[in-house]
């Protein structure tokens, strides 16, 4: 067996990008670099290369640590890469706001109150 393979084959049959074609037009839009390099789709990727892949907004970063050619199940594309990628941050609190429905006229004292007390306010 060879001692590298294409790096846009390598992210489709490794399960990263969905078809091979996916995968060449990330490599030419710049969202995939091997060991912080801008590579081409034709890049020789070998066992121990950093690969960085940008998805959905995220970058997702493996270790080559299989060669693989064809697309294979999900158990063994795992074992064909290292995951280095960070855990996501945490989600920040969302505080809600108080929206009333339009046409809805004036709040009454027990709506108001509600308000008051969702804003943090004291109610007198």
Known sequence: MSDSVRLDAWLWAVRVYKTRSAATAAI??????VNDNPVKAAYPVK???E???RINGFD???KVE???VKRVGAALAAEAYEDLTPPPPPHQLVTRVAVRDRGAGRPTKRERRDLDRLRGRRSQ
């Open 66 to 68: 299989k060669l693989l």
């Open 60 to 62: 997702r970063i493996l």
């Open 51 to 53: 690969v960085r892949a």
């Open 28 to 33: 030419r839009g710049g969202h995939v670099r």
């Open 47 to 49: 066992v121990g290369d």
